[in-house]
């Protein structure tokens, strides 16, 4: 009896990690991380590989000094509702951080930040 349940249970443990890894993975961003823009992006998009769970998702964009720079309107898009979307004020120069914590319909929380700078025109 015990030399079925040895390959039964490796079994199973075979196909965990596949379990415990399914999760919103970011698959797309613009802009993209570290982008160096010699023109500011009016909006920040983010494309997962699967469906958010709109109330549950967020985004935010600061400044170097840590201050929200956003226009405070995320949302997941209603024709993919795999991107989630924030738009911005013209920026200057610098660097930005944008942190975005979702929730897929799978029900697992992702949470991850990327930057991306603004050049001086100069």
């Known amino acids: ?19 415990a890894l399914a ?39 600061t400044n170097e000094a840590g201050a929200q720079v956003d226009r405070r309107d995320v949302a997941v898009s209603t024709e993919d509702p795999r991107r989630l979307s924030l738009s911005l004020p013209p920026l200057a120069p610098g660097r930005y951080t944008v942190s975005f914590r979702v929730l897929s319909v799978d029900g697992h929380v992702v949470e991850s930040r990327l930057t991306f700078t603004v050049k001086d025109r100069r």
């Open 1 to 19: 009896m015990r030399r079925r349940l040895i390959p039964a249970g490796l079994a199973a443990l075979a196909f965990w990690p596949a379990v």
């Open 23 to 61: 999760h919103a993975v970011l698959v797309k961003s613009v802009p993209a991380q570290r982008a160096a823009l010699v023109e500011p992006p009016p909006r920040v998009e983010l494309w997962f590989n699967e469906r958010l769970e709109p109330a549950y998702s967020k985004a935010s964009v």
